[in-house]
């Protein structure tokens, strides 16, 4: 059994140093349990935060031991009365080849086409944008909605998902071939490049009514460019902020907390962080149904960016926090 372990916490941005690939016996079940094999794992910007021992909403994974992360397995052998061999299944068993289970959190996948969809459009991160959109978002008809990382896992969905409300739909991207992706395959009706010099300014173009909704997922730059722009009664469903989760201090420049402040109260702002399994939880199996319903009517399209092989794992996870990926990032371990 390959497994990637947490070796030491980075500082910044990760380094292959950080983990350590280690190999032991495959387990094998006893009564109650299941033997688990992983035929994609998850890799998530949230997988950051767990490798860090500050103080969050989760608890930190401790050196040595298996990196989280969600993963497709199929049931190899089963001692539990409620799992047959061959059953695929969402399970929450990290960066290894095998995992055992009681069978508490497993998700039943039936039979899914492409089952690793289930770590993204179908599984977390099209939850969090579907539920984060709709619950705190808000979106009406023939209003502006912004999204930053928009060729992304949750990114891309926010924003199908906003046009399906009726709504003006402006993307933010990391170069020119994200941004054509998202305006003619995602069909946003706009979407900026962030590495632009005059960003701002070609964001306020694409808005020329202002924004009613901003998801956030980046924080940084892209808000400052937001922030003057936002419209009264505008509501941000705070999502993620991975343009600092490599961030060792706090950023240079004059202090804007109060502007933010200010803003916050003259337009009457409505900002809520949320956490998706924490927060809305018991929804996923309803997400599910109407995620799958949209998807068979083509409503809503995807995009996997897959690398191959667990020890291809760290890299590509280090490329996430940087923009290399392009789609949702999985990593196929078997068939
Ligand atoms: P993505 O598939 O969108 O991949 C991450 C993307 O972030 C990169 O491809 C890159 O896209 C963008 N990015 C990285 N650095 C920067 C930067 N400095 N400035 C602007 N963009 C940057 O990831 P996900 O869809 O999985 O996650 C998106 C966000 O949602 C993250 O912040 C994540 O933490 C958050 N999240 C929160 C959840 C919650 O429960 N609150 C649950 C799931 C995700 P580009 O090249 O376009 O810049």
Redesign the pocket.
Known sequence: NRRIVLASRPVGEPTAANFRLETAPIPVPSAGQVLLRTLYLSL???MRGRMSDAKSYAEPVAIGAVMVGATVCRVVSSQHPDFAEGELVLAQSGWQDYALSDGAGLFRLGQLDQPSLALGVLG??GF??YT?LMDIGQPKAGETVVV????????SVVGQVAKLQGCRVVG????AE?CRYVVEVLGFDACID?HAADMPAQLAAACPTGIDVYFE??G???FDAVLPLLNTKARIPL?????Q?NATELPDGKDRLSLLMTQILKLRIRMQ?????NDYGPRYPEFFQTMSGLLAESKIKFREDRVQGLEAAPAAFIG??????????VVQLAD
């Open positions: 998530d910007p949230y977390m991160p969090t944008g984060g930053a990382a928009a060729s992304g896992a949750v990114g933010i991207a990391g170069g994200k962030h997922n980046v940084g730059a892209v999502c993620g902020l991975i343009s989760y962080g949320f956490i998706i399994f996430l926090l940087k923009g290399k990926n392009f789609g949702k990032l």
